[in-house]
Every structure is written in structure tokens, then in C-alpha cells.
């Protein structure tokens, strides 16, 4: 049976454009959320203004002014991270490895801002004015499309919607195609950017949005008994996957190795967990079995953890369920408490933080909790981060619909 490694790693992240700025911002227990500039807040009025944006962002490198225009955030994001993290896998794809190279980039929403400028030309210039370029630039698999036409890559081109497991889901559906043999490299994570006046207004009428406006920076608060709702994020995660025998054939450093994956559905409601949160089991569940190893081999969770008042207290029960007493000796962290929720980008991107803990033996803490809900009473790591030898990672990510998505990575070893 084939093995699975990572190899190569790129992030966009409200906390930097490279993995080693959002890795070291992470440790550092520095948070992202500010007052909203992605629109003009005061023409669009909600109840939250505040959010945590990507900045800075520069892309020129592999992109020129023309072509950038033409793209969403949500594409420039996915490709600017795929180049950068074939370049840390030391890969160029040409020849038969192009036809071998794979790409899946989970988005949830996709190019809601064009969607929402074209809607307005629509309502005040009539369906001429549409942008023609409209469709093409906002349909959610334009991320692995550019990506596909920027690298050269010609296998597998997929995108999966799964709300705010798309990611994550981009990621393990990446590594199945390694083990059916229908790949041999995969560009495989997700991206998103949708802090749009409608998506904010969206969630706001939800009531899944923090509006703690007058403190942003300890908005995102996981397991935290004051807990309001989630803060939006944007951003993107790539994972270079490869067999382990092309890794080691051409002398590849490895990050980490994918050893199980698991997906579930809850069959209960369109936006909410059930209390026991035995979907999100199901899918521990899976990707343990998937990895045919026993659950005390994880030490780590990378939790899903929103923020959301039921979401986090499911996922502690649903951890209890597939852990047990060894729950109790899980070291569990939510990077959402600095970077906020990217949504169809957020699993990607948490699994390049679950990979970088195995990596540099660092677990980043849980920030802005100050009065831990007493229900989330196991080793949720509140207090910064721990330097910790990471056997293994158990990465989490469930979404709207319920649809739950569980990776375990692991420290390479012959």
C-alpha cells in the first residue's frame, strides 16, 4: 500500500503571507481581528464591523497587474500558495510528472464579491453591463483551475464544496488519489475570501458572528465561557502530497506523513451539530480506523473550535466519545482564536500548523480565554504555547450541513 507524505507547505494568513511569519505570529500568541476594510462599512451597516483580513498581500511575483485584476482573492490566494509551497518541496512540473500531478483546492463560498458587484451593474445598468469575464472569475473551482494553468499540472482538477470543511476535505480527497494510483503528486488545501457585505450580513442575521465591536482582538474566544460566535478570516493552505517512495527517491524533505482520513455526516440539521456531537465522532472515528491505529496514538488536536457557544462544546463531547480517558492527555489547541474562521480555507490552513507542530515540536496556544466554559474542561492550551515532541496530529474540520472531516498527520519514520 502506498504512503503519503508532505513535502512542500504554503499559507496565506490574517497572521502572514509565508509560513515561518503566521508560524512565529501564531507562537507568539499574537491575534489578527481589526475593524473591517474590505468594504465601505458605514454604506453597508451590520453588527459586526470587524474582522480578520489578510494583508499586506503581494503576489507580483508569479502574477502580473493584468491577470490579478481579472482573478478573486480567493484564486490569487490558492496560487500564491501553490507556488510557494511547490518551491519548498523543490518540485517543477514538467513532462510525465505534470501528467502525474494533481490539484484540489476546497473552497466554500467562492467569488461572492463579484457575484455581488455584477448583481448591482445588473439592478442599475440592466444584463449588458454584466462583466463577461463574471462567471469564469467567481465559480468556486477556479482556484485548482488557475492553479492547474499557473503550474503546468495536468491530473486530477478538482474543487470540494463542503462549506467549512472544504479545506480539509480538498486535502483528504487529494490523498485518496495518491492511494487509488491515480496521482503521484498532489496540490491538495483549500482558500477563501468572502468578508463581502453580504457575507457578513449573512452570518450577522445567523447570529454566528461575534459583535464584541468594541474588542476585536479577543473576539475569537474557543472554549472560553463568553464565547458570542466566530470572527470571519480569509487566506489560503497548500500541502505538497507525494508518494513516499517518490519523496525519498529524490531525496525530498519530509514534513510529516498523512497516515488516516475520515468523513461523516451528521443527518440532523442544516447549521447545527447534534448536542452529543456524534458526527463529528464518526469522522475521528474513521480516520483513526482509516490509519489502523490505536487513539492513544494521538497526542495532539487541531481543533475546528469556531467560537460558536454549541460548536465547541460538541466537539469536546465528541472527543470524549472517541477518546476516552486518554482525552484527559490530549494537548488541544484553536488557532481560530488569532486567525479567525477562513471557512473553505480554514482546515488547510490549521494543517499546515498541525504539520509545523510536528515539525518544530511547538503546540501554539488558544488565545483570549480568560473563563474556560467549564464544559470544555480537558487540556485546551490557554496558557501560550508548548514545546512538545508531536507524535501526531489530529486535525478537525466540520461545516454547515454537517459535513465533519478528520486528517491525522504524523511524524515521518521508516
Known amino acids: ?22 508560524w512565529e505570529n501564531l507562537l507568539a500568541g499574537k491575534t489578527s481581528a481589526g475593524p473591517l476594510t474590505r468594504y465601505d462599512v458605514e454604506k453597508n451597516p451590520t453588527d459586526t464591523t470587524f474582522a480578520c483580513e ?17 482573478l478573486e482573492p480567493f484564486t490569487r490566494y490558492a496560487m500564491y500558495a501553490s507556488h510557494v509551497a511547490l518551491r519548498d518541496a523543490g518540485l517543477t512540473l514538467d513532462g510525465e510528472l505534470a501528467e502525474r500531478t494533481g490539484v484540489i483546492i476546497g473552497v466554500g463560498l467562492g467569488g461572492l464579491r463579484t457575484l455581488e458587484d455584477n448583481h448591482s451593474v ?39 464544496t463542503s462549506a467549512c470543511a472544504s479545506g480539509l476535505h480538498g486535502i483528504g480527497t487529494a490523498y485518496s488519489e495518491i492511494l487509488l494510483g491515480r496521482a503521484e503528486v498532489m496540490i491538495a488545501g483549500g482558500s477563501e475570501s468572502t468578508i463581502t457585505p453580504m457575507a457578513v450580513g449573512g452570518f450577522n442575521a445567523m447570529k454566528a458572528l461575534s459583535t464584541r465591536n468594541d474588542d476585536p482582538a479577543t473576539a475569537s474566544r474557543p472554549f472560553d465561557r463568553d464565547r458570542d460566535g466566530f470572527v ?10 507525494e508518494t513516499l517512495e517518490r519523496a525519498k527517491a529524490r531525496g525530498a ?56 457557544p454549541v460548536g465547541d462544546m460538541c466537539e469536546i463531547r465528541a472527543l470524549r466519545t472517541v477518546f476516552g480517558e486518554h482525552a484527559r492527555k490530549l494537548t488541544i489547541t484553536a488557532n481560530k482564536s488569532q486567525i479567525g474562521h477562513c471557512l473553505g480555507a480554514a482546515g488547510a490552513i490549521e494543517s499546515v500548523f498541525s504539520i509545523m507542530s510536528i515539525a518544530d515540536g511547538k503546540v501554539p496556544g488558544t ?30 474540520s466540520f461545516g454547515f450541513g454537517g459535513t465533519n472531516c478528520s486528517i491525522i498527520y504524523a511524524k515521518y519514520a521508516d
Open 253 to 308: 524533505r519530509i514534513y510529516a506523513e498523512i497516515i488516516g482520513y475520515g468523513a461523516s455526516g451528521d443527518a440532523y440539521h442544516m447549521a447545527a451539530p447534534p448536542e452529543d456531537g456524534s458526527g463529528m465522532a464518526l469522522a475521528m472515528r474513521a480516520a483513526l480506523r482509516d490509519a489502523r491505529v490505536n487513539p492513544e496514538i494521538v497526542d495532539h488536536v487541531n481543533a475546528h473550535a469556531t467560537s460558536t
Open 232 to 241: 470571519m478570516g480569509e487566506g489560503a493552505g497548500v500541502l505538497i502530497l
Open 367 to 396: 488565545a483570549n480565554v480568560s473563563n474556560l466554559d467549564p464544559e470544555c474542561d480537558l487540556d485546551c492550551l490557554i496558557t501560550g504555547s508548548r514545546d512538545q515532541d508531536v507524535r501526531s496530529v489530529l486535525c478537525n
Open 1 to 22: 500500500m502506498q504512503r503519503v507524505v508532505v513535502t512542500g507547505l504554503g499559507v496565506v494568513s490574517p497572521l502572514g503571507n509565508d509560513v515561518k511569519t503566521s
Open 122 to 160: 445588473l439592478l442599475e445598468k440592466g444584463p449588458s453591463r454584466i462583466n463577461p469575464f463574471m462567471i469564469p472569475v467567481l465559480i468556486a473551482n477556479m482556484a485548482a483551475g488557475q492553479v492547474s494553468i499557473a503550474t503546468g499540472a495536468r491530473g486530477p482538477n478538482i474543487c470540494t
Open 54 to 70: 489578510v494583508k499586506d498581500f503581494d503576489d507580483s511575483e508569479f502574477l502580473d497587474k493584468k491577470s490579478a485584476r481579472r
